[in-house]
């Protein structure tokens, strides 16, 4: 069973779409982090949500929208695409990371805006 | 600039030999992830260390940590071609450990 998955791992689109992707874990970890992975392969904290309430927002613009509606999802919409958001978007999860917790991530989505 | 950032940036070496990766970071830290990414996919743990520990193994990985220098390295002993692939540091950003920061990465390529 995969640990973090997230759908769809592939996602072509064009400037002004809307687009989605979800986010699942079956680790029963508190917490869930969207992060971005631009093409020099630096990643970038988006979002951390721990039981469903948002921890971390890091000053990502409105157009990014996360949903969290029980533990075990984490979902992001982004409303109005541009060039700059192409990207391999990362989800991940962990337990406590203060007592210790690592991450576990999905295998990414690769964002194309064209 | 990076809370974390790893040197050197790419490495080519043989099978069987040794790789050596550093990772430099700028504030204090309750402990400090090494993570590995082969092409494609996610990130992997791979070993945490402690701020109160120097040292820790993990089969053929040791990672060393110096908190004065702030500073670890991140040894892999008799390499393989699958260890080919990107490595990380990451470190928390005293946010209670909601916001680890990654640095940007060490490229290994070992050949067989």
């Known amino acids: 069973d995969t640990a973090v998955s997230q759908t769809p791992k592939y996602l072509v689109t064009q400037m002004g779409n809307d687009k989605s992707i979800k986010c699942e874990q079956n680790?029963?970890?508190?917490?869930m982090y969207w992060y971005k992975q631009d093409s020099k392969k630096f990643l970038k904290i988006m979002f951390s949500y721990n039981n469903k309430e948002l921890i971390i927002n890091e000053t990502v613009p409105n157009r990014f929208s996360p949903k969290s509606p029980d533990k075990a999802h984490l979902n992001l919409h982004i409303n109005s695409l541009e060039l700059g958001d192409s990207a391999v978007y990362f989800c991940?999860?962990?337990?406590?990371?203060?007592?210790?917790?690592?991450?576990?991530f999905g295998s990414g989505t690769r964002l194309t805006v064209v | 600039s990076q809370q974390g950032e790893e040197d050197p940036q790419a490495l080519s070496i043989q099978e069987g030999e040794n790789a050596t990766m550093n990772c430099s970071y700028k504030t204090s830290i309750n402990n400090l992830q090494w993570y590995r990414q082969n092409s494609g996919r996610g990130l992997v743990h791979l070993i945490l260390?402690?701020?109160?520990?120097r040292e820790k193994h993990s089969g053929r990985l040791r990672v060393t940590l110096d908190t004065s220098k702030k500073s670890s390295s991140l040894l892999i002993t008799a390499s393989r071609a699958a260890d080919t692939a990107s490595y990380f540091c990451a470190t928390d950003a005293g946010t209670g450990g909601f916001k680890t920061i990654f640095g940007a990465g060490t490229r290994l390529f070992v050949k067989a």
């Open positions: 680790l029963g970890h508190d917490t």
């Open positions: 991940a999860s962990s337990q406590d990371r203060r007592t210790g917790g690592y991450y576990t």
């Open positions: 260390i402690r701020s109160n520990e």
